[in-house]
């Protein structure tokens, strides 16, 4: 064979060798990711599985837990996204052991998210789902928040930051809650909520320098007491609506939206400070109040003060709450109300037919400084454009003040015009020495008495 021929066959062979080399690099990608698969398929055959898995001393959650039985995981379908769908989840805080309630405790959490950070430790939250469970925050006597030491990380110099394990907002983001329990306590302020999340959804949008949220909700408030002293707002309730609300530096706003408690639909708007640093400010407008089921929604100590008054017919009525919520300052209520068409009331045992006028119920003595020293079991009732009739007597009076206090009693202070037939005097004073029987009577007496009730 000639030299020629030589290199010609060498040259054969060179590629030969390539295709060799090439193969094997292909068996052995192949293999690693066969294994890869495999490896996977093992996680997810194990996570499938009903044993409890429990993962303890978390560092993103300060040596918080995360316990669940079961999870499906689908990463290759959409990647970067990925679904996670969790059974029986529980997270615990470091300090669990001691106080013995989770964070958050569910039979059932499903979260789409974005694995496109993944190398920088972030995780993008597009959408939660969580059903049948609960959701417990509280602060105790001693200052623990569980939900601060959850999110909150100690650094080399003892200072606290925040944890930036997950990036858990985005802009779209969506949650729903089906069928899950709500707490919130706090034991220096004696702040108490507890609600029944039935079905709600959230749509969360960032901004700089907070977020906002469009939410439908329907839920089951137990209890809504901003100061354990001051009793419960709308318990034992159950609300509904639609709102857009609003989270920046610790408050949060609510636009006005038609919200329906129990069987009365209101307008609520207003915003909450939960840093205490703003006063909040809450109120609830009702074109038609009807009294009977309205007054039930109020604390229980101011029922007992509107129980010697009530209602027939519906009015309107706006309710405004307000607040520091320091440790000894009283909520304050404001309820105005206006009875354009004729009335029935109640009041201090006397009956009242036909009544219009408008007004305003507080739960103070005063309107002005004074009443940021009152302890709010004092109430004040202040009437304007009062018609009505008593009796067989016409009474208008452009104004009239009521006032209750612990020690004093009840007290009515105006001035009316009284209408009416001489012999009904008669029949008034219930008296047989006096008869008025002709004539017309008008009377414009100035009172300042006592109002006493007679429950007979």
């Given at each position: 064979?000639?030299?020629?021929?030589?290199?010609?066959v060498?040259?054969?062979?060179?590629?030969?060798?390539?295709?060799?080399?090439?193969r094997?690099?292909l068996?052995?990608l192949?293999?690693?990711?066969?294994l890869?698969?495999?490896f996977?398929?093992g996680?997810?055959?194990?996570?499938?599985?009903?044993?409890?898995?429990?993962?303890?001393?978390?560092s993103?959650?300060?040596?918080g837990?995360v316990?669940?039985?079961?999870?499906?995981?689908?990463?290759?379908?959409d990647?970067p996204a990925?679904?996670i769908?969790?059974?029986?989840?529980?997270?615990r805080d470091?300090?669990f052991?001691?106080?013995?309630?989770p964070?958050?405790?569910?039979?059932?959490?499903?979260?789409?998210?974005?694995?496109?950070?993944?190398?920088?430790?972030q995780?993008e939250?597009?959408?939660?789902d969580l059903?049948d469970?609960?959701i417990?925050?509280?602060?105790?006597?001693?200052?623990?928040?569980?939900?601060k030491?959850?999110?909150?990380?100690?650094?080399?110099d003892?200072?606290?930051?925040?944890?930036?394990?997950?990036?858990?907002?985005?802009?779209?983001?969506s949650?729903?809650?089906?069928?899950?329990?709500?707490e919130?306590t706090?034991?220096?302020?004696?702040?108490?909520?507890h609600?029944k999340?039935?079905?709600l959804?959230?749509?969360l949008?960032?901004?700089?320098s907070?977020?906002t949220?469009?939410?439908?909700?329907?839920?089951?408030?137990?209890?809504?007491?901003?100061?354990?002293?001051n009793g419960?707002?709308?318990?034992?309730?159950k609300?509904a609506?639609?709102?857009?609300?609003g989270?920046?530096?610790?408050n949060?706003?609510?636009?006005p939206?038609?919200?329906?408690?129990?069987?009365?639909?209101?307008?609520?708007?207003?915003?909450y400070?939960?840093r205490?640093?703003?006063?909040?400010k809450?109120t609830?407008?009702?074109?038609?109040t009807?009294?009977?089921?309205?007054?039930?929604?109020?604390p229980v100590?101011?029922q007992?003060?509107?129980e010697?008054f009530?209602v027939a017919?519906?009015f309107y009525?706006k309710?405004?709450?307000?607040?520091?919520?320091?440790?000894?300052?009283?909520?304050l209520v404001?309820?105005?109300?206006?009875?354009e068409?004729?009335n029935?009331?109640k009041?201090?045992?006397?009956?009242?037919?036909?009544v219009?006028l408008n007004?305003r119920?507080?739960?103070r003595?005063?309107?002005?400084k004074?009443?940021?020293?009152?302890?709010?079991?004092?109430?004040?009732?202040a009437?304007?454009?009062v018609?009505?009739?008593y009796?067989?007597?016409?009474?208008?009076?452009?104004?009239?003040?009521i006032?209750?206090?612990p020690?004093?009693?009840?007290?009515?202070?105006?001035t009316?015009?009284?209408?009416?037939?001489?012999a009904s005097?008669?029949?008034?004073?219930?008296?047989?020495?006096?008869?008025?029987?002709?004539?017309?009577?008008?009377?414009?007496?100035?009172?300042?008495?006592?109002?006493?009730?007679?429950?007979?």
């Amino acid at each position: 064979m000639s030299e020629t021929e030589k290199e010609k066959v060498g040259q054969r062979k060179k590629p030969s060798v390539a295709r060799r080399l090439l193969r094997v690099l292909l068996k052995t990608l192949l293999a690693v990711v066969l294994l890869f698969v495999v490896f996977l398929l093992g996680i997810n055959v194990y996570l499938k599985s009903n044993k409890t898995k429990v993962f303890s001393h978390l560092s993103f959650l300060n040596d918080g837990s995360v316990s669940f039985q079961s999870a499906d995981i689908s990463v290759f379908r959409d990647f970067p996204a990925a679904t996670i769908s969790l059974k029986n989840v529980s997270v615990r805080d470091a300090q669990f052991e001691r106080h013995d309630t989770p964070i958050l405790k569910l039979q059932g959490l499903k979260m789409a998210a974005s694995l496109g950070e993944w190398r920088s430790q972030q995780i993008e939250i597009q959408s939660l789902d969580l059903k049948d469970g609960s959701i417990a925050f509280f602060r105790d006597e001693n200052g623990y928040s569980n939900l601060k030491s959850f999110l909150s990380e100690k650094t080399d110099d003892g200072e606290t930051r925040k944890s930036s394990f997950l990036k858990v907002l985005t802009d779209n983001v969506s949650i729903s809650f089906s069928n899950v329990k709500f707490e919130y306590t706090d034991a220096i302020k004696t702040t108490s909520i507890h609600a029944k999340l039935e079905e709600l959804t959230a749509k969360l949008h960032r901004k700089e320098s907070g977020l906002t949220a469009e939410v439908d909700m329907s839920l089951f408030v137990e209890e809504l007491a901003f100061k354990k002293a001051n009793g419960s707002f709308i318990a034992n309730s159950k609300l509904a609506g639609k709102l857009n609300m609003g989270v920046e530096d610790g408050n949060i706003n609510f636009e006005p939206f038609p919200l329906s408690i129990d069987e009365q639909e209101f307008i609520f708007g207003g915003n909450y400070d939960t840093r205490k640093k703003r006063l909040t400010k809450l109120t609830l407008e009702n074109e038609k109040t009807i009294w009977s089921q309205v007054v039930p929604l109020l604390p229980v100590d101011l029922q007992g003060k509107l129980e010697p008054f009530s209602v027939a017919e519906p009015f309107y009525s706006k309710t405004t709450i307000s607040s520091y919520f320091k440790p000894d300052e009283p909520v304050l209520v404001n309820i105005d109300f206006r009875m354009e068409e004729e009335n029935e009331v109640k009041a201090k045992g006397f009956l009242f037919d036909q009544v219009t006028l408008n007004g305003r119920f507080t739960n103070r003595l005063y309107d002005d400084k004074r009443a940021e020293k009152e302890d709010g079991k004092n109430l004040r009732i202040a009437l304007k454009k009062v018609n009505t009739v008593y009796d067989d007597f016409i009474v208008q009076a452009p104004s009239a003040l009521i006032t209750t206090t612990p020690k004093g009693g009840a007290r009515l202070k105006t001035t009316v015009n009284i209408n009416g037939k001489p012999a009904s005097i008669s029949k008034f004073l219930k008296n047989d020495k006096f008869f008025f029987k002709r004539g017309s009577l008008t009377w414009w007496p100035a009172w300042t008495a006592h109002l006493v009730i007679n429950k007979d």
